[in-house]
């Protein structure tokens, strides 16, 4: 306890250090004077005092946690809180049902600002399950995703500018154009590994935000595309509430539709090719696997989702800038596959919707939200490093192993 | 049976969440204050929100417009369009009768429409892209600002006619303010064929340095820089035009024109002309208004301040006049009754840019903006 | 010619700047395999760290050289500081965790320490004094390499070899060598791994501070938002070189910078980073290990 103590004390004075010049002294080099914010010490010296025994106490958690899991690893994993209430059926089915209801009734019982937020998340949410093909199943790392959500949302924006082609129309065409992007882009990038392809698909990203900004014939450059019509219901004239109660709907049809399709892309012979992949690229080859077209399969399915939203999202904003597209935007839809649990839907839908509603609800600390939001993101990453949900993995027992039949 | 049950408490659970944010009181006018108060842009919004403020407390303090107290709401932007809806709508689901802002034309045109179909008024202090008044898409939009052609016009013309020079360079950031600055001084120039544009090209905020860019006017023979943008690029082209040895006269926006730009570029900066809104510092209303806000504070004020306290001003006369916050009363009395504000007296004319605010062109003597008549 | 010569010095001068950083980014990665997202913040905090040392320092009466080196040290120690608490906290509680975990660890210390100094300090741009003086026997050919360029240069150029002989020839740099060759075996024959790896960071974190301080008096502003972009293309510059690999780190870096300046100089400066990202990606297609990568031929 006492060695407790005089660690921690160490830690506040290594703070306290480390603080000094950045939280006390303050300089204004034109009228030369130094403000000394003393009082700024203190509350470092106390909070790291605070958070050294938590973090400490933490940590022997977590080691006890790992060990355990370590010693009865061998057979079957125990699933986590999260992935029983998935499995049991008796809690699973009214969680459903009070799911369902909250989100049919909610655009109805709250303002238009909440619903509008929330189609945002929805949006994301939508994003996050198109990149978790790429990276949590194909294992394909992606830090330019954004770039096919701005094809998505450009392509509407193009479309209804030049020839006034409506949503409905633009929505599959957004989704196909990203489908389009992705693969030209796999291309060049098919031999590339890992960390490579982070740097490479990073530049993508930039590439299409500063191709964007500069070409103005047809991007009209920063200026941005104004007046984009939001989605309309057979020519209906609709005043913002009920067009933003619709666009709410319209994006909970998605999400469910994302999660059908990618539910069962996951069980498919291009998921299985996928899964395969990204746990050896070479023993997968060898047994046959056409690692080409698997792996640009993987950024086209990805890609096709980023662009079908894109088209919701131009329509939602009514306005589109490049800025809206920024490695911010890929870094957060990262954030939302990885903090979700990689591959696992629940998870990813939780993910988006704590990672984009928490900055607008945590608007009364508008200064600290961002400091906060990198703490947790650091913080889930140490002590829940497999995500909000863990994806526990399909196992094949012998029987199933026999329905399945060949195929497996 | 239990189903409903459980409807009821979710509905429950939700409408004592929701009912706090949309509790609507009547006896208060409600003023949303939009722009950008956190990130890399906040130096623009603050200064307005505070102005905003601190009109309201007074105003407060003695009694209230029309016998009710004036209530803001601060709505954050970061002048992201994305974000600039959410605050709009935000700000609509609030009840606010009238918007003073947003800063950056960008979020300002995301967040327009929002308002127009809410029937509430927006003024900004800031937004000078000219289509917003120009268009008649955003019958609800006000501004205390000149529009940027005005201000592109002007520089052209000075650079052409004042300076003389010949060849003229012109540098933008590629954003929609500098950048739209940059085409109207292109456009006039070549319109009035005095001198010739031969180098217009966009830098990307944030790079390392612009050494190469500076090279490049050097090549083209350049006898002077025009330069569309914010300050902090601004700065740091002049100081590395310095450090190459090229003395050449550089012009910028209003963009520049602030206490920032002196800060950063140092002794670099004299010299440098920059267009920005009529001096009108020595106004009784502003004096009052900047004494006000250093002791308020305890510092000078920052960019649009003038323009902010200016738009608070036309809007509390506004509803004095009008007697109330009627959408049509507003805009009648808006576009008819000139008002004293810290940037003049101004009325708006009939596509809402304000009547009696302009451009002149300052340049940096002895480390402050001077206006040159 | 002339022209060719003058965007040549650009090129080089941010090049060498590219340099110091992706140093850190190399050296880091061939250790652990860990792309530290955060180095450009270590780079932009050393900036901040001088610029508060030398207005200190200018207001307690001391001048010119003094205060430039004084700065320099300073910002260096707390960058050290900072590194070596940075992967204290966020990397070594994952060095088992699965590959993505240590990445978005690093995103998001990376707005972490944005926005601790976006807070601490201000959000707006701050003047940088121009520490490095202009000295006379550069005055003629001031306009196309000034004296803060030939600094810069020859300070990368020290710095770059100095480390050299520190991987080469020290006790340290011969077990950074064994632990980036094989981790398990050098802690088999007793080498401090986790030593080593604090070493490290320590060590990138120092040259990173050095490139802050550096392009703070050559461009003379920052402000909290620096370390993005500046991290980015070091990274680049890094991935380019072959990741992992000193010299490779150096020389991406060169060629970026260069790449960079001839696209403004020759093309639009409005496409720069269009150049760089397409030079990274050219590269990488015919060698897709990076200029001096080797090509691991995977056993199975």
């Not at chain 1, 998870?347 to 607008?360: H, R, S, Y």
């Not at chain 2, 600055?181 to 064929?193: L, P």
């Not at chain 3, 590959?99 to 944005?114: D, K, V």
Request: aromatic content about 10%; overall charge positive.
């Amino acid at each position: 306890m006492l060695d407790n103590m005089k660690r921690s004390i160490l830690v506040a004075l290594w703070f306290v250090f480390l603080t000094f010049p950045l939280m006390v002294v303050k300089v204004n080099t034109l009228k030369n004077i130094v403000e000394w914010r003393w009082m700024n010490m203190l509350w470092v010296a106390l909070g790291a005092f605070v958070l050294s025994i938590v973090w400490r106490w933490a940590m022997v958690r977590r080691d006890l946690k790992s060990s355990e899991s370590d010693s009865t690893d061998d057979d079957q994993a125990r699933p986590g809180i999260g992935q029983r209430i998935l499995e049991d059926p008796k809690i699973f089915k009214p969680v459903l049902l009070v799911l369902a209801v909250v989100t049919l009734v909610f655009p109805l019982v709250v303002d238009i600002y909440q619903a509008n937020i929330m189609v945002l998340a929805l949006i994301f949410v939508v994003l996050g399950l198109g990149l978790n093909i790429t990276v949590g199943l194909a294992g394909l790392l992606d830090l330019g995703y954004v770039a096919f959500f701005a094809v998505g949302a450009y392509t509407y924006g193009i479309l209804n500018s030049f020839w006034g082609i409506g949503f409905w129309t633009s929505l599959p065409i957004g989704g196909l154009m990203g489908a389009l992007f992705g693969i030209a882009l796999g291309f060049p990038i098919l031999r590339l590994r890992g960390d490579y392809l982070a740097i490479v698909t990073l530049g993508f990203g930039s590439i299409a935000k500063i191709v964007i900004e500069n070409w103005e014939e047809v991007f009209n450059g920063a200026k941005g595309i104004a007046g984009i019509p939001r989605p309309g219901l057979f020519g209906l004239d609709m005043t913002i509430e009920s067009a933003t109660t619709y666009t709410y709907y319209l994006m909970i049809l998605m999400v469910l539709f994302t999660i059908f399709i990618t539910n069962r892309l996951k069980d498919s012979r291009i998921g299985r090719a996928w899964m395969a992949l990204r746990e050896d690229e070479i023993a997968c080859v060898a047994m046959g696997v056409d690692m080409a077209r698997t792996k640009l399969g993987a950024y086209a399915f990805g890609a096709f989702w980023a662009g079908l939203v894109g088209v919701i999202f131009a329509a939602r904003n009514t306005y589109i800038n490049p800025n809206s597209f920024t490695f911010m935007e890929s870094a957060l839809v990262l954030s939302i596959v990885v903090l979700g649990g990689m591959g696992s839907i629940v998870g990813v839908i939780i993910a988006a919707l704590v990672l984009i509603l928490m900055p607008e609800y945590l608007r009364a600390f508008a200064e600290y939200r961002m400091l906060m939001f990198g703490a947790v993101m650091v913080l889930m990453m140490i002590f829940r490093p497999e995500g909000l949900i863990a994806n526990v993995r399909r196992k094949y027992t012998r029987s199933a192993v026999k329905t399945e039949g060949v195929n497996a | 049976m239990r189903k409903s049950v459980i409807k009821k408490l979710v509905m429950v659970a939700l409408l004592s969440l929701v009912v706090p944010v949309t509790g609507f009181a009547a006896d208060t006018i409600k003023i949303g204050i939009a722009g950008p108060h956190t990130g890399d842009l906040a130096p623009y919004g603050i200064p307005t929100k505070e102005a905003v403020e601190m009109i309201a407390a007074e105003v407060n303090a003695a009694g209230g417009v029309l016998g009710k107290q004036i209530e803001v709401l601060p709505m954050d932007d970061q002048c992201k369009p994305e974000i600039a809806t959410n605050a709009a709508t935000k700000l609509v689901s609030q009840g606010v009768n009238l918007v003073i802002g947003h800063v950056c034309s960008g979020a300002t045109k995301a967040a327009l429409g929002i308002y127009n179909e809410a029937k509430i008024i927006a003024i900004s202090p800031s937004a000078t892209n000219p289509p917003l008044t120009q268009s008649g898409e955003y019958p609800n939009f006000y501004r205390t600002i000149a529009p940027d052609d005005d201000q592109g016009k002007l520089a052209a013309n000075f650079v052409a006619d004042k300076l003389g020079a010949k060849k003229i360079a012109i540098i933008h950031d590629k954003g929609d303010y500098g950048k739209g600055f940059a085409d109207f001084a292109q456009q006039f120039i070549e319109a009035g064929g005095k001198a010739k544009v031969v180098l217009f090209e966009g830098v990307t905020p944030g790079a390392m340095d612009y050494s190469a860019v500076v090279q490049k006017i050097r090549k083209e023979g350049a006898d002077a820089v025009i330069f569309g943008g914010y300050h902090p690029e601004a700065s740091k082209l002049v100081a590395q035009m310095n450090k190459k040895r090229m003395k050449i006269p550089f012009v910028g926006p209003d963009g520049i024109k602030g206490d920032g730009f002196l800060e950063i570029a140092g002794a670099d900066a004299e010299g440098v002309y920059a267009t920005g809104p009529m001096d009108v510092t020595s106004l009784d209303v502003n004096k009052k208004a900047r004494a006000d806000y250093v002791k308020k504070y305890g510092k000078e004020p920052g960019t649009f301040f003038d323009q902010g306290y200016a738009a608070m001003q036309s809007a509390l006369n506004a509803i004095k006049v009008a007697g109330g916050t009627d959408y049509a009363a507003l805009e009648k009395a808006l576009k008819s009754s000139y008002v004293d504000t810290a940037v003049g007296k101004i009325k708006f004319d009939k596509k809402g840019d304000a009547e009696g605010v302009g451009f002149s062109v300052f340049q940096v003597k002895g480390g402050k903006f001077v206006e040159l008549k | 010619m002339q022209y060719f010569l003058e965007l040549s010095c650009s090129g080089l001068v941010r090049g060498s700047i590219y340099a110091l950083i992706a140093l850190g980014y190399t050296m880091v990665y061939g250790i652990i395999q860990l792309i530290n997202f955060a180095h450009g913040e270590v780079y932009m905090i050393g900036a901040f760290i001088a610029l508060i040392v030398s207005g200190v320092l200018t207001i307690y009466g001391f001048s010119g050289f003094s205060i430039l080196i004084l700065a320099a040290l300073i910002a260096a120690v707390y960058a050290a500081a900072y590194g070596y608490t940075l992967e204290k906290i966020a990397y070594r509680p994952l060095r088992n965790a699965p590959r993505l975990s240590p990445l978005i660890s690093a995103i998001g210390m990376s707005l972490f320490l944005q926005n601790y100094v976006l807070l601490a300090q201000t959000p707006d741009f701050l003047p940088f004094p121009s520490l490095i003086p202009d000295f006379d026997f550069m005055e003629p050919i001031a306009h196309i390499m000034g004296s803060a360029e030939l600094v810069i240069l020859v300070t990368s150029a020290i710095t770059m070899i100095a480390l050299t002989v520190l991987i080469k020839y020290t006790r340290i740099g011969k077990a950074m060598r064994a632990t980036q060759q094989d981790m398990t075996m050098a802690r088999l024959v007793g080498v401090n791994v986790d030593n080593v790896i604090s070493m490290t960071f320590v060590i990138g974190s120092v040259l990173a501070a050095i490139g802050g301080v550096l392009v703070g008096s050559y461009i003379g502003q920052i402000n909290f938002y620096i370390g993005f972009m500046a991290g980015v293309k070091a990274f680049t510059a890094a991935v380019l070189g072959g990741i992992g690999n000193i010299p490779g780190a150096a020389l991406g870096a060169l060629v970026l910078g260069l790449a960079e300046s001839y696209a403004a100089g020759y093309v639009s400066s409005a496409y720069e980073d269009v150049f760089a990202f397409g030079v990274l990606v050219l590269i990488l297609i015919l060698r897709p290990a990076g200029l001096l990568g080797k090509a691991v031929k995977q056993k199975v």
